[in-house]
């Protein structure tokens, strides 16, 4: 299949929250039919009185899931597994499935062994989001300056991971990678949910409210994501276990490698460690996305 | 002493850092004359080319210093004590000192002990800065939005603290306040202090060059401070040592709460504490500084 930028090519969202609406708005801008399954009948009508989708329906119906050449699912990971579970039949060969899931090991095989024949689900991560939640928050200009990581298995073939990082493209992602389930798996263990945990941890570590007043910039950019869909990020961080505890544990020894120095008066350790810091954060500047 | 918004009033910035730098932008601007003493002659010659400065010198000169109504020192911690026990005679009574160091118990009363008599040193921390070092780097903009903390001991009169309060507006800075040196020490070790602590550990956790291309706003906000001097910051960390070990370790314990929750699995203690993070969270989100 290839998307066609014309309404003839429909696509289905099937979870209309945050990501789901943002993923709409961006594919309908671009000229394609994009309908929407969404049991809350609320965030439908939203959608569709903001023209967010072209139709909605808060129940599965096969007539309606047929229409789709191209199926996103927005959901959280269990629901998406419960979802395939219960309604993968319904799906006829030809159509591609995708999704948003931020962890994939446990999800991709899962998800492939279950589906009928050509029928083909090529994984996808979106590294894009905001601290605010459902279609009404939508916005498809998160995904500018962000990263869409492609996920194939061996069973992927290549139209399907050529039509996926096609999705990423019309959706207005500035880089478009291909990594494997594990990969991506320790990637975002390191680079998004250990962040996640030192947020959460560190907002839990002083009672004081008194210093909100106080604050400057770097307080703020470090506790920005701990903002938290407790629901969401458990149930990711518990789907990463073993990748999650891993970054964890290696975070740990650097901070108190740092704690011991300053402990020590250990100058010579600290300083190196700074340098190292300065020199590694240094490569991320050169990709001309920080604030400041 | 009240600050004069005209040329008559004479200010002494002493190191034309980013900070000095930006500070002489700030003042000159609204008017005062600035002057300055800085040892690098590079750093003069760029401030009067791009007239930051009225004038500048690099050696410490009585008549120069005499002109000023008003000294600022935008030292490193360390050399504006030496400096102090090197220079402290040639001021004369009726001059109002302050600072700009990131740290005041192991410098206030130090310095206010070896003034002459009618020479106020009032203490002040401009939350402010940036990634980047040197008068070349400085900007005015980054006092807006920003916080200015006034650092009294009793040894302060009450126009020594207002005058440095009237500084903190003049400077452009939107929020004033007062702390003790021990109060303000706290603060920092927990909003300034250990958030670098954690970006500086949290580069040194991966070698992995390959993961700038999956990284998020998350992962970017989170070690934009990861950038650090690590001669100002390594002094700054070991003359606020014991608050900051005490930050350090109730951020371990969080940290450490977390991970046995979900090394055990116990999604309940994480989604207790993510709930508790997002509410804390809020309350700084009411101060309208967030970017996204």
Known sequence: MKLNKNSETTILIVGLGLLGGSYAKALKKKGYTVIAIEKRQSAIDYALENEIIDEGMSTVDRAFISRASLVVFALYPKVFLRWIDEFASL???????????????????????????????????????????????????????????????????????????????????????????????????FLSQLTHCIAVSLMCASDDDGIVHYTGDSFRDLTRIARINEDMWTELFMLNRSPLLYEMENFSKQFERLYSALKDGDEETMKEMMKLSTRRRALFDKKGNDKK
Chains 1, 2 share one sequence.
Do not use: W
């Open 91 to 189: 799906f006829k060969a030809g159509v591609i499935l995708t999704d948003v899931t931020g962890v994939k090991s446990c999800i991709v095989d899962e998800v492939q062994s279950k589906l009928p024949d050509g029928v083909e689900f090529i994984a996808a991560h979106p590294m894009a989001g905001r601290e605010v939640y459902g279609v009404e928050n939508s916005d498809d200009r998160i995904f500018q300056n962000a990263n869409f990581i492609v996920v194939p298995t061996e069973k992927n073939t290549q139209e399907g991971i050529d039509t996926c990082k096609e999705l990423g493209r019309e959706l207005g992602f500035s880089d478009i990678s291909v990594l494997s389930a594990k990969k991506h798996d320790e990637m975002i263990a």
